[in-house]
């Protein structure tokens, strides 16, 4: 019982929703409670278990998912017969189911962020600490990299061949074209996050809590769509690195800043959304 209770008052859930800013700091008739904004460094973090076990568990996430999508990816390339593999929009459902299962498994224990930009835009929002914000994408990036690892040792040479899936631009677009589609994509991304977990809609409808992951990872599912043929659609820098450390060709890295400023410029923007928008509406439920 110990256990569970410095997990809700040390862990991850310490940060689920936080002070809003603006007009809504200010208004008193609302029905719902929101915790103060995230300390910057908290001592007491470092010696809660809670902390390190919601590590363990974005790095054991981003490892599940960099294992079942490269490998869905590599099984696209490896067919001469487009038609007969899953297709891009396949892998679009590779990428967006898994985020919704592996955030639904861990928001409990981290929040299910499994992406260095969402931890990062969060992190400006003030709804979690910088010692846990640098703790979880540390973890991201090491679970990236042994799960794309994992499958170069299932299939060594043709992952090599395949180009390992690693981010890259297409030929045909700039690197601008690229950016603005990964800055795009991640906005998108982060701005569902925001939205689906914001304490008004908790308050107002109970079911939310439960149906969070299916838009976020609806939103994976449709950013992929949209921007495979562009960049192959990073939206999340640990995948993006995981591939190209794995991978480790030229042409992998060549691209590979468009795959970190992209989405951190992304989730910049929809926690400054969040807060000038989002979080300035106050809400009062019917009675």
């Not at 981003?62 to 297709?87: D, E, H, P």
């Not at 690892?149 to 890259?168: C, I, P």
Request: hydrophobic content about 45%; some cysteine.
């Amino acid at each position: 019982m110990e256990g569970k209770e410095e997990d809700v008052n040390l862990g991850a859930n310490k940060y689920s929703e936080r002070q809003p800013l603006g007009t809504a700091a200010q208004t008193q008739d609302k029905d719902y409670k929101e915790p103060p904004p995230a300390l910057l460094f908290e001592p007491g973090e470092l010696s809660s278990w809670s902390f390190y076990r919601a590590g363990i568990a974005e790095f054991m996430a981003t490892f599940l998912f960099l294992y079942v999508t490269i490998l869905t990816v590599m099984g696209y390339s490896r067919s001469k017969n487009k038609c007969a593999t899953v297709g891009i929009q396949g892998i679009a459902w590779s990428f967006g189911g898994m985020i919704f299962a592996l955030v639904y498994c861990t928001a409990g224990i981290s929040g299910g962020h499994i992406n260095p930009a969402v931890t990062f835009g969060l992190l400006l929002a003030r709804k979690l600490s910088l010692t846990r914000a640098v703790w979880y994408m540390v973890m991201q990036c090491l679970g990236a990299i042994c799960g794309a690892g994992v499958v170069k040792g299932f299939q060594t040479s043709e992952y090599q061949l395949l180009g390992g899936g690693a981010n890259v631009v297409a030929p045909g677009y700039t690197k601008g074209s690229g950016l603005g589609a990964e800055i795009i994509g991640t906005f998108v991304l982060v701005y569902t996050v925001f939205s689906a977990t914001d304490a008004k809609r908790n308050a107002r409808d109970s079911h939310v809590p439960v149906l969070a992951p299916l838009p976020i990872g609806f939103a994976v599912f449709l950013v992929h769509l949209a921007t495979i043929p562009i960049t192959g659609t990073g939206i999340n820098p640990a995948r993006s690195l995981g591939a190209a450390i794995i991978y480790n060709k030229g042409h992998a890295w060549d691209d590979h800043w468009v795959f970190w400023v992209g989405p951190f410029i992304g989730a910049a923007l929809a926690a400054l959304y969040h807060v000038v928008v989002i979080r300035a509406i106050p809400f009062k439920s019917k009675s």
